[in-house]
């Protein structure tokens, strides 16, 4: 089944342990629908500037994603700097510039209405809002969100959550969402508020999803899945947004099979985290642009003999 | 098989945000003998001052742990304060007391000579070789160490290390014995130092097993238990001895079955990170003391479902 996702289509420079690449292709919506465009057919919906031409569009073209929602107007891309030189865990950011994002304004193209499923990568919740609105028959909708729309655009985030089939944060974003440090409680208070999954993404140690109870108190069980201790991590950009994709990619695709249970959100789970390490392996979006399906599946493979007993 | 433990028995005054405990049964040879007594038969070599009396021995011998080697003196026993108020997953250490263990000379009874497995808790490196040197027919050795050792104590630490089978140490302390940051780079640089293979402890994260490459590269995929999302964590005080106990506990059974197979020890990492969630959810020795093999097994079945695809 075909994903809408809107998010940033962007700009970054990064500097890691292993070097430094100025102004590289990134953004969540980037990573997201790279990851995801393995797995299913995704649409891009997100605004650029006069500086994001033909080999960026291809970056996207050769993966078969759908850029018709992608606007283009005056003035620059989003842009993003930040380094990872003491702590590969977190990005400390530098310099944001929304540029084109700040007026943005989602416009869902016709061909997007027929998507069954719907992904809200990071960013303002008063648009991931409207696009919602927008698209009120999807299937399943999943969303991400940052510490900054958590701290400071609460009442506008909130409103987003209610409306959500799955939200992806990392466990700080989590534990700041509920104020509550312990992962159990924080998770299930942020399931009160609305989703009724909440996959939290612990980084280098995997994550967990956690399910909200059904009333007969089965299959609320946490589920983790690990992530590939890795012999050299060069970039950590964009693995949350690639373990979204890839998620919710192999969700889409079981749905097309009309398989949406307990058991393929496990191996969505674990998709999620194969293309989160995938994406750790090179600047930028660069490992993701030349995967095989086959390198991924061999990585499936690898996960589960990580973690299973036989 | 038997397992003969060295290690401290000692009294912990812990403050965690759950309250806080005055001079309870503590040490690492503790928590480990009585985690590995679920699996099989446990000796302890240990010194205790006249603090210790008929109703600590009586713990120990609650699980059939073998006493002999507990030598009593004169003095006070070891003596541990430390807390967990800002963070329950790192100690701070706020008084620590060698008393009896300043002058600790381990004398190994003779019954305890035919025990198959040894496992040297965390120690003065010096005291760790000499038991090992007392038993050399041991088949399997394990031991664990700290930061103090590392860091000012490294050619003794280094010597035991190379009569090592399996070392089991927390993620810090691979980093810090490797001179790495990166996991996977810091344990091959450990496994180097002599052990067959390193379980590396990310505290709620799980664990990590990693295997000494086969000289065909078969078999060294690292392996990776899961920790159990604990609603609520009272006092993590012995939770990697704990951890320690049930591994080599595990392993002491399988080795009876003829079993010391790679899925014997993916199953000790299972069950190793079963008595450490344990451990966790009383202050002290208290929940260790009143389990039962059901509630572990039921346990290992848990852990399995929350990591395995089906």
């Known amino acids: 089944m075909a994903i809408t996702v809107v998010g940033s289509v962007a700009y970054d420079s990064i500097e890691t342990p292993a070097g430094r690449r100025e102004r590289c292709l990134g953004g969540a919506a980037t990573y997201f629908s790279l990851a995801a465009s393995f797995f299913t057919k995704v ?11 033909r080999r960026q569009e291809a970056v996207f073209q050769a993966r ?9 107007t ?5 842009f993003w700097e930040g380094s990872y030189l003491d702590n590969l865990n977190e990005a400390k950011t530098h310099n944001t510039e929304l540029n084109v994002f700040a007026a ?3 416009k869902i193209p016709e ?3 027929d998507s069954e499923f719907l992904f809200l990568a990071n960013i303002d919740p008063v648009l991931q809002r409207r696009v919602r609105e927008q698209m009120p028959d999807v299937k399943l909708v999943a969303g991400d969100t940052m510490n900054y729309w958590i701290k400071d655009h609460r009442a506008a985030l909130l409103e987003v959550l209610k409306g959500l089939d799955v939200l992806l944060i990392n466990e700080t974003e989590t534990k700041m969402l509920a104020g509550n440090n312990n992962l159990v409680q924080a998770a299930r208070a942020v399931l009160a508020l609305g989703p009724k999954a909440l996959v939290v993404k612990h980084g280098e140690y995997g994550a967990t999803l956690f399910h909200k109870s059904a009333p007969e108190g089965k299959g609320a069980e946490p589920f983790r899945a690990p992530a590939l201790p890795l012999e050299e991590v060069i970039d950590p950009t964009g693995a949350g947004d690639s373990f979204a994709g890839g998620f919710f990619g192999y969700l889409a695709s079981s749905a097309a099979a009309g398989e949406l249970t307990p058991a393929a959100f496990r191996r969505a789970m674990f998709y999620g985290s194969v293309m989160g390490s995938f994406a750790c392996e090179r600047f930028g979006t660069e490992r993701l642009q030349q995967l095989t399906r086959k390198e991924i599946d061999d990585r499936f493979i690898l996960f589960r003999e990580l973690t299973h007993l036989d």
């Open 111 to 113: 061909a997007y209405r």
């Open 74 to 78: 005056a003035g620059k891309s989003f």
């Open 104 to 106: 943005f304004e989602p």
């Open 43 to 53: 649409r891009v919906i997100a605004v650029v500037g006069e500086d994001f031409g």
């Open 64 to 72: 078969g994603i759908d850029t018709r929602g992608i606007e283009h």
